[in-house]
């Protein structure tokens, strides 16, 4: 018999598995609607991790036993902990199958620890194949029956896909990891996200994102309105999980993703990764110890009895210090506030990037180093400089594809993905249509550089009035911008702008002109006529999230009230009062006649 099978019945017997749990949170109503129950082996063998347990459970044909073990232990240790929600249990189809796999076990256990059926989610991984999926089905509904929840789990790694979703017609569809993974930098996988979004919507089942790692995969899957999310940036699995919403990996990331999704200046928060940090009383050897037991953390921060950072104590500088001769008898015991970076950067989690980023470059940091972030002045984590300076490269050539040459703001792709943006994640907004009156005969008048001129200044104007508010502006192009504004100050920031762009925009005009208030020109038409100084009309309008599907029927909205807004000859402001889409016209033809 060999060392494995040994290792194998060892664990069998004995019931040597652990149950680690992994919180599934619900991000928009702030709850944890569940644990995934994750299984281990016994520690340090070789059988600990997973994958490689269940492949040896499957090359002696034991998988069924290893199943029901770890199905038994799930359900123990969820109910001993006292867990709230449901419990997602991992489920071979083939173990399903299998007709050696006694039926009605899973009943059996949660009768016997006090557990309702409603509240398991047997998960049914898409990974396998399935070749008999008649008796699947069957199986699947049978479970269903006894008032188990169903899942399907990897959803998109596997063999039968939306085949298998429309035949299981599942509770809850987890979206595989490979979908997840820079989903915010894959034109691709947006794509599938936005299609399961969909496709779930149309068949009521709730979509979970599993394997989430980074803030912006987190920012961009919250923008679809997926809630329910799982991963090592919310939680790692863990023999104790947290039992309320509030655990200390989501205090770091309840900050709200920037209204721009050009801009690089979003909150430097998004960028913070949690770390533990150590107490300015803390001895050196303590601190080199923590090093040595985690080789990826390179810098800690260091902080005093109120929780506020008062130092950066870096890796490389302590090992340095230590391999000096008597390094260890000299310096074990002295405090790390001796060797700590005393003059760190520290700023607060809603500090804008690219003010942090003129901070950096300003005092000469090492890229290689951290910068400190800190939430009400206590600390909140650490972001590497090197992924700071990244990051706004990434973003300014993403900002510079899809900018307008002329005043480089976002265009078209952005001015629609930010409206679609609050849509999905029903965000009350506001949209406003802004349009230079009277530009073609200032352009034929005074020139194209001097036109060109005049949409910088409206652009300026509107990104200063817009300055200290979370708004989007985006221009259309020539003389058009939009702005949509997430905040209740709308009208006075349009109103600013006119104010504003028919001070400045005066400059632009001769003295005989202003005085004139106006000038004679041609029109097409070949007749003189008289033509009033720039002015700007503005169409405000407030969408319904209910009745607006697309960024489309919301820019007909701005359309029809800037036209509106038109009809004036001064600068005016139209706040338009219908926030739904018109209904379609249909014209028929009666006697060469038209009727609406």
């Given at each position: 018999?060999?060392?494995q099978?040994?290792l194998l ?8 598995i652990?149950t ?29 991790m ?15 036993e290893?199943e ?10 969820f109910?001993?902990?006292n ?6 249990l991992?489920v ?25 059926a ?8 898409e990974q396998e ?8 089905l ?12 169903i899942?399907?789990?990897d ?20 979206i ?8 915010d ?5 947006k ?7 969909v ?13 989430i790692?980074?803030t ?6 919250e ?25 200390e ?5 309840s ?34 110890k923590?090093?040595?037991k ?11 009895k ?7 104590l870096h ?7 230590f ?6 008898a ?21 500090q804008?990037?690219d003010?942090?980023?003129q901070q ?5 940091f090492?890229i ?5 972030i ?5 600390y ?9 300076l ?10 510079a ?18 409206i679609?943006?609050r ?7 506001s ?15 005074y020139?194209?550089?001097?036109g ?5 200044l ?13 708004n ?12 949509v ?29 202003i005085?004139?208030?106006?000038y ?6 070949g ?8 002015t ?16 489309h ?5 701005a ?10 000859r001064?600068?005016?402001l139209?706040?338009c009062?219908?926030?739904?889409p ?15």
């Amino acid at each position: 018999m060999t060392m494995q099978r040994k290792l194998l019945d060892y664990i069998l017997s004995n019931g040597e598995i652990t149950t680690l749990f992994q919180p599934i949170f619900d991000i928009a109503n702030q709850t944890i609607i569940g644990y995934e129950a994750l299984s281990r082996g016994p520690k340090n063998s070789p059988l600990e991790m997973p994958t490689r347990l269940f492949e040896a459970a499957s090359e002696h044909a034991l998988i069924s036993e290893l199943e029901l073990l770890c199905r038994s232990k799930a359900i123990e240790n969820f109910v001993k902990l006292n867990l709230n929600g449901k419990l997602f249990l991992n489920v071979s189809p083939k173990t399903l199958l299998d007709p050696c796999h006694p039926k009605g076990e899973t009943l059996h256990l949660i009768e016997q620890f006090g557990l309702v059926a409603n509240r398991v989610v047997i998960e049914v991984t898409e990974q396998e194949k399935v070749d008999d999926g008649f008796l699947l089905l069957k199986t699947i509904a049978h479970y269903r029956e006894l008032g188990f929840i169903i899942a399907i789990d990897d959803f998109g790694a596997g063999y039968s896909g939306l085949k298998q979703w429309s035949e299981l017609c599942p509770d809850f569809v987890k979206i595989d990891r490979y979908f997840i993974d820079h989903c915010d930098e894959s034109e691709v996988k947006k794509e599938f996200l936005k299609s399961i979004t969909v496709l779930a919507k149309a068949t009521n089942t709730a979509v979970i994102a599993e394997g989430i790692e980074r803030t912006q995969e987190l920012a961009y899957v919250e923008s679809l309105g997926i809630a329910n999310v799982q991963g090592f940036l919310l939680e790692k699995p863990n023999s104790n999980p947290s039992l309320d919403y509030s655990s200390e990996q989501l205090q770091g990331l309840s900050f709200k993703q920037p209204s721009n999704v050009f801009d690089q200046s979003m909150a430097i928060g998004w960028l913070a990764v949690t770390q533990e940090a150590i107490d300015s009383e803390t001895r050196s050897k303590d601190a080199h110890k923590l090093f040595e037991k985690d080789k990826a953390v390179i810098s800690l921060a260091v902080l005093n009895k109120a929780g506020q950072p008062v130092g950066l104590l870096h890796k490389d500088q302590l090992t340095e210090v230590f391999a000096a001769p008597y390094g260890h008898a000299l310096y074990d015991k002295c405090p790390v506030t001796d060797f700590m970076d005393k003059q760190p950067l520290v700023v607060d989690e809603n500090q804008l990037l690219d003010t942090v980023s003129q901070q950096i470059t300003e005092q000469d940091f090492d890229i290689r180093r951290h910068i400190v972030i800190t939430r009400h002045g206590r600390y909140l984590g650490l972001a590497p400089l090197r992924d700071i300076l990244k990051h706004i490269t990434e973003e300014k050539i993403r900002h510079a594809k899809h900018a307008n040459p002329l005043t480089m703001l976002p265009g078209n792709v952005a001015i629609n993905e930010a409206i679609e943006q609050r849509l999905r994640s029903k965000s009350v907004f506001s949209l406003a249509y802004i349009d230079l009156n009277h530009f073609k005969q200032f352009n034929d008048l005074y020139g194209y550089a001097s036109g060109d001129s005049v949409i910088k200044l409206l652009a300026n104007v509107t990104v200063q009035a817009c300055e200290n508010s979370a708004n989007f502006v985006g221009h259309i192009g020539g003389d058009d911008f939009m702005v949509v504004f997430d905040q209740s100050n709308a009208v006075h920031i349009c109103n600013t702008i006119i104010e504003q762009f028919e001070l400045q925009s005066r400059t632009f005009f001769t003295p005989e002109h202003i005085k004139s208030k106006g000038y004679w020109a041609t029109n097409r038409e070949g007749e003189k006529q008289f033509v009033p100084l720039l002015t700007l009309s503005i169409g405000l309008v407030a969408p319904d999230l209910q009745e607006c599907k697309n960024s489309h029927q919301v820019a007909a909205l701005a359309t029809d009230a800037k036209k509106e807004a038109k009809r004036y000859r001064h600068s005016y402001l139209f706040i338009c009062k219908r926030r739904k889409p018109a209904p379609a016209v249909v014209h028929l033809a009666t006697d060469n006649k038209h009727v609406v």
